[in-house]
């Protein structure tokens, strides 16, 4: 292990720099209004540090965007198809891939291939495009993560894992010919970017093979969940992440992918199967909503900047910063006795709006609130994922409560420097000194998908 009081510097140079803009508090509150209290509705330059999302927000290296130059964009049989499917195979070892323009395209395309209305699909926490496209195929999303998911400060290592009892209790109730797959991420970001052990997943697929189920990893930060099991795992401490990536989903039937996390891209996404049958389907199903099967909604090179990234993503030097850096921010956060969820995770720390805004009920969204105040406080851009997050009960229309109401502040890859991470640590802080001051919300628009990205609200007099 390395001796913690040395100092660490991420491991690149800046060769290009993107100047933000400072604005005054007046300012941001006036924007904040403008936006209806949600911080995706910000416009990005009146942004100083935005944590909004690790998603499509990386930074690229000078050797992906060398890559860039070699776009073949053909309309069929790109050569960077090539490159990206026979990285696919190297990394992550699934025979057959299927480009998408990003992991909701792969979600879809999945979902409508495996489900048949009525059926259930298991899955380690919920996240949002993943439920809604299980969902709209006719679905319905089954939570079986472990119960310590659920808590915001138990400190289990792996708090990404499937509980396989509950996973054996629904096939009972059910029955497996209802379940055509549990869907598994590594690591699960709604938990708060918590990874998943490989114990945990061998013992995944034991059970569905046992009951012909398929099992279909959510892959999007698979390396960042390797990470940690490298760190935290007996037996794995001397493997590379290579090896940990190919093992884990070697447990596994199919991948989707959002290439716009771990891979270091700004757009990309694929699905990813090992039977081909279901690949038959996907290649049929991706040229109706995505395009040609060699290219899936995306150019040439930006399939040969994904085939780059992914190179450069299972480097150890890489994900241990990337992963530290989170580190090194949230343990400031924790020295000044702020409520985040422990162990700090994978792509992003997690304040608890519950705890930190203890006074706000969460019908008053505390959690949005939470986001906007950091906003106005620090031109730090954050988000909810919390009850708004959680959208409505299909049955019952009302809202669903989950126990987690986060804020989550999420660093893009390769983009910002400990320096900003100290200025936004420093922001929370004076916000958290001044917490009984705020109120809560209401919201006044409310969209019917994915409520969050576009809902509006108001302060509460
Ligand atoms: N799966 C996980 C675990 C994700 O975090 C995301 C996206 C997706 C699938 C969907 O991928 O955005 O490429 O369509 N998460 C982003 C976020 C939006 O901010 O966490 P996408």
Known sequence: MADKRKPWAEPYKIKVVEPVKMTTREYRIEKIKEAGYNTFLLRS?????????????????DYQWAGMMLGDEAYAGSKNFYYLESNVQKFYGYKYLVPTHQGRGAEHLLSQSLI????????????????????????????????EAHIPDNLHPFKGNVDIQKFEDLIKKVGADKIPYISVAGTVNMAGGQPVSMQNIKEVKQMADKYGIKVVLDATRAIENAFFIKEREPGYADKSIEEILFEFCSYTDAATMSGKKDLL???????????????????????VYEGLHTYGGLAGRDMEAMARGMEEAVQYDHIRSRIKQIEYFGNQLIENNIPIVKPIGGHAVFLDARAFYDHIPQINFPAQKLAADLYIESGVRAMERGIVSAGRNRETGDHNYPKLELVRLTFPRRVYMQSHLDVTAYSVNELYEKRHQAKGLKMVYEPKYLRFFQARFEELS
């Open 265 to 287: 891209v700004n757009i990309g996404g694929f699905v990813a199967v090992n039977d081909w049958e279901l690949f038959e389907e996907l290649r049929n199903l991706v040229v």
């Open 116 to 147: 048949k209305d009525g059926d259930f699909i298991p899955g380690n926490m919920y996240f949002t495009t993943t439920r809604l496209h299980q969902e709209l195929a006719g679905g319905t999303f089954v939570d079986v993560i472990i119960d």
């Open 45 to 61: 330059e009146d942004v100083y540090i935005d944590l909004l999302t690790d998603s499509g927000t990386n930074a690229m290296s």
